[in-house]
């Protein structure tokens, strides 16, 4: 999956895009593998034409897949042209999607194989979208979040209805993925009770790992809490025929559990050995399919929120008032919730999982979403991933992810304030995004060749700082560079570190000595 051209038209929520264009095609024969990485200042638009893209592709999964389709859809959240490439039976798929403006009969679908245009109906428009589009952010970064949000909200609603109206319906495979702080212990349990390959070798490395020791697992369904709800006439919290048979494969693979009957809950204990490994290996198959089973529990978390409150919060995000997530349930409260996540370290000591540092978390959260979505046609958007990275770690991110990307057919949008991330992409994936004035965004290539360049030049291309020294170092140096007695700017320079700089404040005292003689 490649995406090659989005344009938005118009968004009367982010007008500071209207009109934006930008190109993915590059020239290098490495674009396969090449993030395409947007730099700028804060409040130039990176994270919104970040959002603009999950945006288009949530109304376009809304729209036309073909389980649980959205026909309350009055119009597009924007107007937009879209042109991306996907990889079907081997082959090269292009997909050009135009929505003119916002009315729904305003779009026109485009879909080449081989240089011919196929035809096709709304119900096949599904099976060329991408397969997942995987957010990522660092902190609390709404803009990009709430399509994501939006998803889910939705798919947990679907699934309860699914469960109380006993419907025959199948489900569908989640399409939208958001990783955050939240989804992190998901993440390190589908990666290291598989373990599969030498990336996540290296991620245990590097995180001083050996192992996953031990880990626990609630789901409740009518407890205090639940037996508060009611749909269509039932109290508590039902489960799909998909999420009665996933509950019973993780009590095959616990190894003790207990069941307290009157409130229907489950309290499942994992120790981690080969004989647990293999029942969720005969269980599940892959990380990927236990994450998901973990995350469609997960959903059912949104369901212990009134439901006035939810509706609430879906106007105001469809009216933009309100970008936040949906109010966090109490661990007591939850459908499922874990606790009891033990490591071993590779110095023998047993720590909570929480005993990791935010950069750790942060790490093992990026690189093992990565590793686990390894579906072909998948879109990754990254915001800010490495915030919380140490500068050895951000030095080698590009290429670790390179690593673990290698030979997939996906893509990945990376936005970044770091010089180590520029300096490891080519000037052809650099997107510089520069703030005109309060209505528009300006995008422009890199002067020069980023790949390799030093930092100095990078912040000069992206950040137009002239000098890469912090400020209140910068203005003393300048305030010694016009001292006139050279026995200060003497005593001072050895308070100094080496820099540039350093040199010319030397000359000034040289030459002050000389006139003195």
Not at 104 to 115: P, Q
Not at 335 to 348: A, I, Q, R, T
Request: proline share 3%.
């Amino acid at each position: 999956m490649k995406i090659k051209r989005f344009k938005i038209l118009k968004s009367e929520q982010r007008p500071l895009l209207n009109n934006l264009e930008l190109c993915f095609e590059g020239c290098s024969e490495n674009r396969d593998s090449n993030p395409n990485c947007f730099i700028g200042v804060n409040g130039s638009g990176k994270s919104q034409y970040l959002e603009s893209i999950a945006e288009v592709f949530l109304y376009l999964d809304k729209r036309y897949r073909k389980i649980d389709r959205d026909t309350s859809i009055k119009k597009a959240p924007l107007s937009f042209e879209i042109e991306y490439d996907i990889v079907k039976s081997d082959k090269i798929i292009n997909i050009e999607i135009l929505q003119t403006k916002e009315g729904l009969s305003d779009i026109e679908i485009l879909v080449t194989e081989d240089g011919n245009l196929i035809d096709i109906s709304n119900d096949e428009l599904e099976y060329y979208l991408p397969e997942k589009i995987v957010g990522y952010t660092s902190g609390e970064n709404e803009t990009i979040s709430m399509p994501f949000y939006s998803y889910f909200d939705t798919y947990a609603i679907h699934t309860a209805e699914r469960a109380f109206d006993d419907k025959n319906e199948n489900d569908y495979e989640p399409r939208f993925y958001f990783m955050d702080y939240s989804t992190n212990l998901g993440i390190i349990i589908g990666n290291l009770v598989f373990e599969n390959g030498e990336h996540i070798k290296r991620i245990k490395s590097e995180l001083k790992i050996e192992s996953l020791k031990s880990f626990q697992i609630t789901i409740q369904t009518y407890h205090t809490e639940a037996r508060k709800k009611f749909y269509k006439g039932k109290r508590g919290i039902s489960l799909t025929k998909e999420l009665e048979s996933w509950r019973k494969k993780l009590i095959k693979c616990s190894t003790c559990y207990k069941y307290d009957e009157s409130n229907e809950c489950y309290t499942l204990d994992f120790y981690l050995n080969d004989s647990t490994k293999k029942a969720f290996v005969d269980h599940f198959g892959s990380s990927k399919n236990l994450y998901t089973a973990l995350y469609k529990f997960e959903l059912l978390n949104n369901l212990m929120v009134d439901k006035q409150t939810r509706e609430g919060i879906a106007r105001k995000r469809k009216q933009r008032k309100l970008t936040a997530r949906m109010p966090t349930v109490p661990d007591k409260d939850k459908v499922l919730h874990y606790s009891e996540l033990k490591l071993k370290l590779e110095n023998g000591q047993i720590i909570d999982y929480l005993n990791l540092s935010d950069g750790e978390h942060q790490y093992f959260n990026i690189f093992g979403t990565l590793l686990m979505m390894d579906q072909s046609n998948t879109l990754f958007l990254l915001d800010e991933p490495e915030t919380h990275f140490n500068p050895y770690w951000r030095r080698y991110f590009i290429s670790t992810m390179k690593e673990i990307l290698n030979g997939r057919n996906q893509d990945v949008f990376v936005t970044s304030h770091s010089p180590f991330i520029v300096s490891d992409t080519p000037s052809e994936s650099v997107y510089i995004f520069k703030r005109i004035d309060k209505n528009r965004v300006e995008v422009v290539p890199p002067r020069q060749e980023t790949f390799g360049a030093t930092f100095n030049n990078i912040l000069k291309m992206a950040f137009e700082l002239d000098e890469t020294i912090s400020d209140n170092s910068l203005k003393k140096i300048n305030e010694l560079l016009e001292e006139n007695d050279p026995e200060i700017i003497k005593n001072e320079i050895n308070k100094l570190g080496d820099s540039p700089l350093l040199m010319s404040l030397y000359r000034r005292m040289n030459t002050l000595l000389k006139k003195q003689e």
